[in-house]
Nanobody, 117 residues
Framework: QVQLVESGGGLVQAGGSLRLSCVAS????????MGWFRQAPGKEREFVAS????????YRADSVKGRFTISRDNAKNTVFLQMNSLKPEDTAVYYC??????????WGQGTQVTVSS
């Protein structure tokens, strides 16, 4: 059974940092692109960042550029999201996902990030 499990969320003050992790099991994703998404209360899920299978290419939403960094460790089947200079508007449930054949087919259960002002 394929599983993606996020961790590292929590409550942090504005300006603080968190590092999210996403560990995959049941299947290797070392040849697949991975992404992070988030969903705030009352809003649609939105793209945050993605990383190519090799880690050579990364993309970030404009709202997080300069503050968030995505990385991966294929040997550990893990993807990370380093979040710095957090803002209250970053409050959301954060999900990792694996892109297989052009579609984000596998999703984690999410981890809550709350940024207080």
């Amino acid at each position: 059974q394929v599983q993606l499990v996020e961790s590292g969320g929590g409550l942090v003050q504005a300006g603080g940092s968190l590092r999210l992790s996403c560990v995959a099991s049941g299947r290797s994703f070392s040849t697949d692109d991975m992404g992070w998404f988030r969903q705030a209360p009352g809003k649609e899920r939105e793209f945050v960042a993605s990383i190519s299978w090799s880690g050579d290419s990364t993309y970030r939403a404009d709202s997080v550029k300069g503050r968030f960094t995505i990385s991966r460790d294929n040997a550990k089947n893990t993807v990370f999201l380093q979040m710095n200079s957090l803002k209250p508007e970053d409050t959301a449930v954060y999900y990792c996902a694996a892109e297989v054949l052009g579609i984000y087919r596998y999703w984690g259960q999410g981890t809550q990030v709350t940024v207080s002002s």
